[in-house]
């Protein structure tokens, strides 16, 4: 379990940068190791999305009104049936770097996909 989470990990750092060609290879990478019914919860804003299709726009959404944002991850744990990756969030805009640091936990299916992934962070710090 803790390869797939690597691979997620990565998918997800990946995940912020929606632009360019290979965008939709991009989503469906981090889509891909999501279950179906995949929750994804950013806490701090209040919204849960549920499914690839919701999930997926909610990504979209997102990236297209911070033009500059990035995910940095840091550590990250897994016992194999939940998770936990501690990371950074930056928002560049208007010459400012914003930084927040944020914590996602989640639960991993049997299958190995990721069934459930909360955001938690500080959207003072990010400007939001």
Do not use: C, N
Request: aromatic fraction near 8%; charge should be negative; glycine fraction near 8%.
């Amino acid at each position: 379990m803790a390869d797939s989470l690597d691979a997620y990990v990565s998918a997800w750092a990946e995940h912020t940068k929606l632009r360019g060609a290979d965008a939709d290879s991009k989503l469906q990478a981090v889509l891909a190791m999501m279950a179906e019914d995949i929750e994804y919860t950013d806490t701090p804003s209040g919204h849960t999305f549920k499914g690839h299709d919701a999930v997926g726009h909610a990504f979209k959404h997102a990236i297209s009104e911070v033009l500059d944002l990035t995910v940095k991850p840091i550590v990250w744990y897994t016992d194999g049936k939940r998770f936990t990756i501690e990371y950074e969030t930056t928002i560049k805009s208007e010459g400012k770097e914003l930084v927040a640091p944020t914590v996602a936990v989640g639960t991993i299916g049997p299958d190995g996909k990721i069934t459930s992934h909360s955001d938690y962070y500080d959207r003072r710090a990010l400007g939001l």
